[in-house]
């Protein structure tokens, strides 16, 4: 009777250290990570004062740091954002006073936006937080202030005005531009509830963020039709006069450029129009072939590497192999700080794995401090040549810590991609997984390529002589018994010693359990007391059996995955389908899935095709709501597509994948590229209410007046995005697609709405289209 210790399944490593303790800590879903985490710093200092001498506790990866970069990423880009849309305003309307109206609108919004987040339980993120635009924030107030402004300066009073009629002068300007300025927010509102919609993944990531934007929206709504007018009656000046500064002339040259622009565009109406739809149709060449990706993948700052030695391999080779790795990564790259390796299960099996596997979490420096490599994929490759060519027989899957839980957690394969192999026979599957693996190896972004080892693992298999287990008046189950008792262990009781409890296990020694002789050699009581080797009632071989059975459903598969570097995933995955189909003949009932993040791709591709859909059809039943007219909202509705062109020329420029970050920024940006067409509908409307018939009057006049708030709107809504599309921060990832989209396309639409919008209005105005093309030519010297 000795002391000792059960059947170890796992073990956990620390570079040039050895075998250490470690432990996760676990957050309750809904809490806050860096009060927990706090907490959990608070508690372990307690801990360790009350370890024994040389004990101490050190976490070797912390959420804080993540968290803590991604909202100083967040807050810089807000800030800046913030900084520059507030200098556009002063800029462009030329008066400081308004600027600073309009800019209050910032501050005011997002404490409306943090209230109501509050409020419904939204908690501040990168995604809550990240996506908000204070360039669509002060839209609307923009376009009230800038009416009033002109306003006053078209009324050409020579004398100061009193309150009286500053306030006369301000309902009268809103009161033209207020259905325009408000519909235009109830759009962008509007745009954002199919999002709201989303399920899966992607609602999770992106409902927070359209109930912020939300939030802010309706902040914004309400200010400007109460805020706005009020503070510019008692916070703009009443003098009359105006001088003339660096805006005017900034509007001048553009009022100059885009008048000539506007006479040619007038004369050469129909080549515009073609023009544009041979823009429109290689946007979509472009966006077919463009391939894509679930959501980019987010900068963690640490690797996580599935090892994985020969099957069969005992715990203390994959030890072994875990600390040699580390040794040799802090030892060849200065960026390391500490390599954790986990091999096999924990104590609390909440990440099961067999004992020849081992995840080496790889603890980095920050990235300003790399000097082996520029980038995370560079640095990757580097490891992973280096570990392979000094560790030969092992294999390495670079990932990083939440990418490879989150990948594992949706389809049960660590990897970015996982083709599953269905069907009945184990070595069939083996067979068509290995053909697959080697037809996809190849093909260019596909690394760490894993095929699931179903075979191969050596056993002592018993096989049971029934008959002379009987004649000796025995049961199976009294065989199984015996073994399971001198290899495994049978507990006959408890011990306690103090308030200490140990199980009192009944066991072979050691040394009669070394061989498969001693297997055979194992006696069994028969019922008259008569001790029988276990090799008279069975046979004991070495046989080579199924190291796993993994079934889906009951249906058995075999998974086949890999990582990508380099290029996106929908586009490896359709050349990896086009090769399997023409090389790889699969038997009758044999069929595979692709799944990962390919498959989230999909599904989410799926969700967008209906929310999309849903998003334009509100927004054309409020474009017909606000006009009247089915005619005019098809018109400003035009402005869709042409937003769309600029949206997927800067992420072809980019050199970026359509992702669903990009999917939910073309629903954005389809409701902010129409607010320049209802401006522009709107005061074609108003010249024509007031008896002006020419159209090309109509049209030049129209344009010239509403310049500056439509350049403004959209040069606001484009800049406040611009850090998040530049920034280079931690969680920046995620956000760079959505903000790319939505400034290539206001960019576009913009351009094209200025253009192509007046030429289409005089198109539908017209009674006759075609007739008498000659008289509707534009008298360049009189329109001079």
């Known amino acids: 009777v000795k002391y000792g210790n059960a059947v170890r399944y796992g073990a956990m490593t620390r570079a040039n250290e050895g075998e250490v303790v470690g432990g996760v800590v676990l957050m309750l879903k809904g809490s806050n990570s860096n009060e927990v985490i706090r907490n959990v710093k608070e508690k372990i200092a307690l801990i360790e004062k009350s370890l024994p001498e040389g004990i101490v506790i050190e976490a070797y990866l912390d959420r804080t740091k993540l968290v803590n970069n991604a909202i100083h990423t967040v807050s810089k880009n807000l800030i800046e954002g913030a900084l520059i849309v507030i200098f556009v305003l002063v800029l462009l309307l030329g008066n ?134 009020m503070m510019s009656a008692l916070f703009l000046s009443k003098k009359t006069e105006h001088k003339e500064n660096i805006s005017d002339k900034i509007m001048a040259f553009f009022q100059k450029v885009y008048h000539k622009i506007m006479l040619i565009a007038l004369n050469k109406r129909m080549s515009i129009c073609i023009s544009t739809m041979i823009l429109f149709v290689l946007s979509l060449i472009v966006f077919i072939n463009m391939g894509g990706e679930f959501i980019p993948t987010l900068e963690e700052g640490d690797f996580a590497v599935e090892t994985r030695v020969l099957t069969g391999s005992s715990m203390s080779q994959t030890i072994d192999a875990s600390l040699k790795g580390g040794e040799i990564l802090k030892r ?60 030969p027989g092992v294999t390495f899957g670079f990932q990083q810590p939440i990418q490879m839980r989150f990948n594992e957690l949706m ?98 020694e050691k040394t009669s359990r070394q061989s498969i002789e001693d297997v055979r050699n194992l006696y069994v009581a028969s019922y008259k007391g008569t001790q ?161 018939t020419d159209l090309v009057q109509i049209v030049l006049t129209g344009t010239s007046t509403r310049l500056r708030p439509v350049l403004m709107t959209a040069m606001v809504a484009s800049m406040g995005f611009l850090p998040m599309a530049l920034s280079g921060g931690s969680g920046a990832e995620v956000q760079k697609p959505l903000a790319t989209v939505v400034i290539g396309g206001l960019i576009s639409a913009t351009i094209l709405t200025l253009i192509i919008l007046p030429v289409l209005y005089i198109f539908s105005e017209q009674k006759i289209i075609f007739r008498k093309r000659d008289k509707d030519k534009v008298d360049t010297s009189s329109a001079l």
């Open 96 to 229: 400081i006073r308004a600027g600073i109206l309009v800019a209050t609108m910032i501050p005011l919004c997002m404490l409306f936006a943090i209230a109501m987040m509050n409020l419904f339980g939204v908690s501040g993120n990168l995604m809550s937080l990240g996506a908000i635009d204070f360039g669509l924030i002060v839209d609307g107030a923009v376009i009230i202030v800038e009416a009033t402004l002109h306003h006053i300066v078209s009324k050409r009073y020579t004398h100061r005005l009193s309150q009286d009629e500053m306030d006369t002068e301000v309902y009268q300007a809103a009161s033209q531009i207020r259905s325009s300025a408000a519909f235009g927010e109830i759009i962008i509102l509007i745009v954002y509830l199919p999002i709201l919609a989303l399920v899966g993944i992607e609602g999770k990531m992106f409902k927070p963020m359209a109930q912020t934007v939300s939030f802010a929206i309706i902040g914004a709504f309400i200010l400007s039709l109460t805020y706005v007018p």
């Open 532 to 692: 029988i080797p276990l090799s008279q009632v069975a046979s004991v071989d070495f046989k080579i059996g199924a190291s796993q059975i993994q079934r889906d459903d009951t249906k058995r598969r075999i998974t086949v995955a890999f990582n990508t570097r380099g290029r996106d995933v929908e586009s490896i995955v359709e050349e990896a389908k086009l090769n399997i189909e023409s090389k790889v003949h699969l038997p009758t009932g044999y069929y595979i899935t692709y799944g990962g993040q390919f498959k989230n791709l999909i599904d989410a591709k799926e969700r967008l095709m209906a929310a999309v859909p849903i998003a334009l059809v509100l927004i054309f039943i409020l474009l017909y709501f606000t006009f009247s007219s089915v005619k005019q909202s098809v018109l400003i509705f035009t402005a869709i597509p042409l937003s769309a062109i600029g949206g997927v020329f800067a992420l072809s420029l980019r050199d970026m994948p359509f992702s669903i970050s990009a999917g939910v920024g073309f629903i954005a940006l389809f409701g902010v590229a129409v607010l320049n067409g209802i401006v522009l509908i709107g005061e074609f409307n108003r010249l024509k209410k007031e008896g002006m």
């Open 332 to 391: 060849k790259f200065p960026e390391v700080i500490d390599v954790i390796g986990k091999v096999g299960t924990s104590e609390i099996p909440t990440d099961p794995m067999p004992i020849e596997a081992c995840d080496m979490i790889i603890v980095l420096k920050d990235k300003d401090e790399w000097t082996s490599a520029s980038n995370r994929e560079e640095l990757a490759n580097k490891m992973q040549a280096v570990l392979e060519d000094e560790m």
């Open 411 to 508: 389809t049960g394969a660590r990897q970015d991609v996982a083709l599953k192999i269905y069907g009945e026979d184990l070595n069939m599957l083996t067979q068509q997984a290995n053909s697959i693996g080697n037809v996809i190896k190849n093909i260019e972004g596909v690394k760490d390529l894993y095929i699931e080892q179903v075979e191969g693992l050596p056993q002592i298999v018993i096989a049971f002589n029934r008959d002379r287990i009987a004649q000796y008046g025995l049961t199976i189950e009294d065989v199984n018994r015996v073994i399971r008792t001198a290899f495994a262990g049978e507990s006959a009781g408890l011990i306690y010693v103090g308030e200490k409890r140990s199980n009192l296990v009944v066991r072979l």
